[in-house]
């Protein structure tokens, strides 16, 4: 498995996040986990497509994001 870039407790930024547009990242929250393309990132939220289906995560919930 590969090492995330970004773990609880620091938060998870936009900035952070940019390097993994366009690729297969796993995102890691309380409730879930989601593997899919990172398409967006903005100052309070991801969003990703899993399975052909839109997904938003706001920045705030996710725990862990790596590539996948």
Known sequence: MSTPVATAPGPVTARLLR????????????????????LSCVKGSAWLVVDDTDVVVHLDEIVSVGPR
């Open 19 to 38: 390097p993994l547009l366009g690729s297969l990242v796993v995102v890691r929250t309380a409730s879930r986990t989601l593997r899919g393309t990172l």
